[in-house]
């Protein structure tokens, strides 16, 4: 990851085809679905709190972390990846504080991000949290 020369802005099929993925890479994705799942009822309720959203937001850095490290993708998938890996991460800094905006908009942002993901990656059986 960040060798890739290849500089894409928006996300795109594989000639009408999603992307590949591999086992380390749909686990993470899955993990973080998971834990959206988890927080969405709470979040929808208002009862999500700054604290439970940096809690969020510790999971899906390390989820994206791990998959960073160990994942292994062609580099036209993986520049691909990295898209949606960098909407996982904003979503996160948002629900951290990190930057302005409301941490239930970094909550969102991941989810758009798994909706991606979802859209233009192979994963089988793929549902995106609260969907």
């Not at 972390?65 to 800094?93: F, R, S, T």
Request: hydrophobic content about 40%; proline content about 2%; aromatic content about 6%.
């Amino acid at each position: 990851h960040g060798e890739s020369s290849t500089v894409v802005q928006k996300l795109q099929l594989n000639a009408g085809k999603k992307w590949a993925t591999d086992v380390v890479l749909r686990q993470s994705m899955a993990d973080i679905n998971q834990a959206m799942a988890t927080a969405l009822p709470l979040i929808h309720k208002d009862r999500f709190g700054d604290s439970d959203y940096a809690a969020l937001a510790t999971t899906v850095n390390q989820k994206v972390g791990y998959a960073i490290e160990n994942c292994k993708l062609e580099p036209k998938a993986d520049a691909m990846l990295h898209i949606v890996i960098g909407d996982l991460m904003a979503g996160a800094e948002i629900m951290e504080g990190k930057t302005a905006g409301k941490r239930h908009d970094g909550a969102v942002r991941v989810m758009q991000a798994l909706k991606s993901y979802g859209r233009y990656f192979q994963h089988p059986n793929w549902k995106v949290a609260g969907a």
